[in-house]
């Protein structure tokens, strides 16, 4: 029996398709020992996945006295000075999104970054890889809420349970399930534990449109 096709693949970005995570992190960490704070890599750590405001208003908690838009602006535009020297793309991750752009397959980029800086991660991938950008400035609640994925979905056109989310982060993946998206966890800087309604791969390398078709099939069938 052939494998149905997912109706859409929705792609975290921050740590899921470029790994930007140790760039937010020194960011935070410059951002609160400005005002005289001490931030360290395990705090950094607690905001993975999480959206901008949300981590600004923990690093005002912290010390700094700067309005919510003004920390979320300062920390993204210290991550894309990083980011136009260098990208580190996930491993696997351009391939598998390729396969399936070339099968003709909608896609979304869902994050809690802001949109500005989705825009230019996108335009450094080398074929057309997204029909949307569905950004953390985009939407009401943030992940873990489904919203984000939500949105994508609506955007699309399509069902969000046909649809197939890759995620990161414990937050990134309680938003994609609670949206009803088949979902896969793929961890890089914070481990991910098993749980119900989502799969794990340690790796995206040698993961093909095959695997994501497996996966919906593997979700749909439990969700009988």
Partial sequence: MTEQLP??????????????EPYWLEAEEEL???????W??????????????DSAAILQGRGVAMPVDEIVNWLTDRVMERIAERVSWRPGAL?????????????????????????VVVALIPFPAFDFIVG???????????????????????????????????TGLASAVASG??????????????????EIWPSLAGKT????????????????
């Fill in 7 to 20: 109706a859409a693949v929705l792609w975290d970005m921050d740590g899921t398709l470029v790994d930007t």
């Fill in 32 to 38: 609160v020992g400005s005002f005289g704070g001490t």
């Fill in 40 to 53: 360290t890599h395990e705090d950094g750590l607690t905001l993975v996945g999480s959206g901008l405001t």
């Fill in 95 to 119: 391939e598998l999104l390729a396969e399936v752009r070339d099968a003709g397959i909608p896609t979304a980029l869902v994050t809690m970054s802001l949109t500005r800086m989705a825009e």
């Fill in 136 to 170: 953390g400035d985009q939407v009401e609640h943030n992940k873990p809420h489904p919203d984000p994925y939500l949105r994508a979905a609506n955007l699309l056109g399509v069902d969000v349970t046909c649809a197939i989310a890759i995620e990161d982060s414990a």
């Fill in 181 to 198: 998206a088949a979902s896969v966890g793929v961890p890089l800087h914070v481990p991910l534990g098993p749980g119900r309604g989502y």
């Fill in 209 to 224: 449109l095959a695997d994501l078709s497996g996966l919906l099939g593997a979700a749909r069938s439990s969700a009988a």
